[in-house]
């Protein structure tokens, strides 16, 4: 491993999920990647090489059946992603649609194993909050810089995701017995390549770069 260091002229700091969105965003891409050159199905390609983790082959199984894979409503593909990050498991699955150029995701199932679980309500919050947060950032996070400075200043020009683009969220627990992991970052590093992978069935072009275009 060679670490490069870098010291950018803009400012830059951390953000909800620190270092795991875009390595989440890179890994799960690469992984689904993997799994079509080898011509298997994606979670399926996943179950395989994690069958000595329990925790990631049960948020995977039960993903499979929450998400019904393979049965999208027609015109919608499904993309996955599984991650893990601050001792919890996660798994979501990104329902997308792609018309005139315009990217519209339907719902996200996403299936966590964060060890005890303290309040559930609170846990499916954290994660509803994270998809919404991640998928705004996947679709709409590109900052521009201009003679050293940002252009964007507020949110008439750098979009959130709204009300009326916002997907149904479901979020299912499986219940454990270890110690509780952490949740209110965990929703963030699935959604960005559970989107970009359902993009790939959809148009057949892997997107490498954020925020994801078609």
Not at 5 to 16: A, D, E, L
Not at 95 to 105: F, L, M, T, Y
């Amino acid at each position: 491993v060679d670490a490069v260091g870098y010291n950018p002229p803009v400012q830059v700091g951390i953000w909800r999920s620190v270092g795991n969105s875009y390595n989440g965003f890179v890994v799960e891409s690469f992984i689904d990647e993997l799994a079509h050159r080898a011509g298997e199905d994606p979670l399926q390609f996943r179950r395989q090489r994690l069958s000595e983790h329990a925790r990631q082959l049960a948020v995977i199984d039960r993903l499979i059946e929450a998400s019904d894979w393979n049965q999208p409503p027609a015109g919608r593909f499904q993309g996955a992603a599984v991650h893990e990050c601050y001792g919890t498991v996660i798994g979501q699955v990104a329902e997308v649609s792609v018309a005139d150029g315009q990217i519209r995701v339907h719902k996200v199932t996403c299936v966590v194993d964060c060890g005890t679980v303290i309040n559930p309500d609170i846990v499916r919050q954290q994660i509803e909050g994270g998809v919404i947060f991640g998928l705004t950032a996947a679709l709409y996070g590109e900052i521009d810089i201009e003679d050293g400075y940002i252009r964007q200043s507020n949110f008439h020009d750098q979009r959130m995701l709204r009300l009326k683009d916002a997907p149904d969220v479901e979020v299912h627990l499986i219940p454990g017995t270890a110690d509780p992991g952490g949740i209110g970052e965990a929703g963030v590093p699935c959604i960005a390549p559970a989107v970009a992978n359902a993009l790939f069935r959809a148009t057949g072009v892997r997107q490498r770069e954020l925020p994801l275009r078609v």
